[in-house]
């Protein structure tokens, strides 16, 4: 570990360590702890059934109440729960604050995933009315957990965590990457980022910088990052959500550095949001982010928000939501620059080496089948056999439909019994694609069942349709690279 500031000294780190770990404060023991009723409310933000299970006070029972339930807890009793932590050195290093005759949590101390803990602030609906500190440091709320899911968990050498803040992501890499690297701008998240490594006994690299300044000329295999992509007029007040980068350009700014910070097949993978703009098509204006790149690209946009709704979030975010001068500044930003929606999303990007890099941009609003990460490795991986092959190869190659395709159909009662209105290919599992298809398509799909190469599949359609099988040939192509894209047919391996 670099010689970074933590929250407490090392001594008190280990301490610390010590106490959690034997009062079991972790999310399998606190789930034994308290059953699954008390465990269920807690997700929901109803802690009565967890209160009544830590009458008792134990250290357990203490750390739960302080910093799952959000208690004031008397003093005697939070000590005991800390030691061989003191009060003193808790309440110095903000763990802690007194509040009435006792002591209540100062920061967000979460149990997070098996055995781990993260160190953040507090959000704003625990302390309401306490303004958010400037450079706040985000706990693990949706954005945070979809970048975890989506990054591709593949073994690597280097790995980095772009604006790592309470060094969630860093745990994560940590587990498939040799050496961590992580940058902040803000000194206060790399203390808090510092102190999560420590405290989990992991040992990353950190630096301070502006983006990828800290790392200027250096190349990773694995880049993440959720930055502070919210839209705006460029204001900054408070750092975990603005960039101080005038509407989307952070998207755009990262795209830009990527070819700069990948070792050859290296992936690197950020959030963003991206405006839409009246008249333009908001796909190809996020595409042009990774023009002249020489990177695959594959951005799947996960939701769209109207501007008020989008405003409103943000501005809730930080508890400020009925500053109706911070809402009409910024939504007049919107209307000036005709920005009529705002969209999120994952960037996916793959240093291929290829002179001619896909670039893919497009919805992917449906909810998809876990583990989002290897989903999408296997989505480049299907690029390169698509390159690889050539259109030539594509109907050498014989193909199976998706395991559990499903066939959707909607027809409309006529004068000569059903008439078939639509056909539409559904995948019950990963990434749950669904696609319209016309008949020849679903003759092609539904024969393809791993035997006969493409090219003598077409023949016998070609045959049996009455058409030029060059022609069919010609026309299939492209959908069946469609197709093979979208895992919706798998090629067979001979
Ligand atoms: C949305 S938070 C993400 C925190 C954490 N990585 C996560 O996934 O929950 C964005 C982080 O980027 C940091 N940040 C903001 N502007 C930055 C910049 N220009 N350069 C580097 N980091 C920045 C913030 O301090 C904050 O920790």
């Known amino acids: 570990m670099d010689e970074h500031d933590m929250l407490l000294s090392p001594a008190g780190v280990e301490a610390l360590r010590t106490a959690l770990s034997r009062a079991a404060y972790t999310s399998n023991g606190i789930a034994d702890r308290l059953g699954p009723q008390a465990t269920g409310g807690i997700a929901r933000n109803d802690f009565r059934a967890a209160l009544r299970a830590t009458a008792d006070r134990d250290p357990l029972a203490t750390l739960i109440r302080v910093f799952i339930c959000d208690q004031t807890e008397p003093e005697a009793a939070v000590a005991a729960a ?36 993260v160190l953040a602030d507090l959000p704003v609906s625990s302390r309401p009315g ?17 970048l975890i899911g989506a990054a591709v968990r593949r073994p690597v050498e280097t790995a980095l965590d772009l604006g790592t803040g309470s060094g969630v992501q860093a745990l994560h890499l940590a587990t498939h990457a040799r050496r961590v690297t992580a940058t902040d701008v ?3 998240a790399l203390r808090f980022a510092a102190t999560t490594a420590a405290l989990n006994g992991q040992d990353w690299e950190l630096l301070r910088g502006d983006l990828v300044a800290p790392v200027a000329g250096r190349r990773f295999d694995l880049v993440v990052s959720n930055p502070p992509f919210v839209v705006g007029p460029g204001t900054t007040t408070h750092v975990y959500r603005d960039s101080g980068r005038v509407g989307d350009a952070i998207g755009a700014e990262l795209a830009a550095a990527a070819p700069g910070l990948l070792t050859e097949g290296g992936t690197m993978q950020y959030l963003a949001n991206w405006v839409h703009v009246t008249g333009e098509d908001w796909g190809e204006r996020v595409a042009g982010w990774f023009a002249g790149t020489g990177l695959d690209a594959w951005v799947i946009q996960r939701e769209v928000a109207d501007p008020m709704a989008y405003v409103n979030l943000w501005l809730t975010d930080v508890g400020e939501a009925t500053d109706p001068h911070r809402a009409a500044a910024w939504l007049d930003w919107f209307d000036a620059h005709k920005v009529e929606a705002v969209g999120f999303g994952i960037v996916s990007l793959h240093r291929g080496g290829h002179a001619d890099p ?11 089948e876990p583990p989002m990460g290897e989903r999408i490795a296997a989505w480049f991986d299907r690029q390169d056999w698509l390159r690889a092959r050539g259109a030539d190869g594509l109907l050498d190659a014989r193909y199976r439909a998706a395991e559990g395709l499903q066939l959707r159909q909607e027809a409309t009662m006529g004068d000569e019994g059903w008439a078939v209105d639509r056909q539409v290919l559904a995948m019950p599992h990963g990434l749950r694609w669904t696609e319209e298809i016309d008949p020849l398509v679903l003759a092609l799909v539904g024969g393809a069942d791993g035997r006969l190469p493409l090219r003598d599949q077409l023949a016998l359609l070609a045959a049996a ?5 060059e022609e069919l040939a010609e026309a299939a192509g492209p959908i069946v690279a469609h197709l093979v894209e979208r895992g919706i047919v798998e090629p067979v391996s001979d």
């Open 82 to 117: 800390l030691a061989p932590l003191t009060v003193a050195e808790a309440l110095a290093g903000g763990l802690v604050e007194r509040h009435g005759d006792g002591l209540r949590a100062g920061v967000d101390l979460e149990p997070y995933a098996d055995d781990w803990w």
């Open 130 to 146: 306490r303004p958010l500190h400037a450079e706040h440091v985000l706990g693990i709320g949706g954005a945070t957990q979809t």
């Open 186 to 188: 803000s000194e206060r």
């Open 358 to 368: 896909v670039v893919r941009v497009e919805d992917l609003r449906q909810r998809v």
């Open 465 to 469: 349709h009455d058409v030029a099988p």
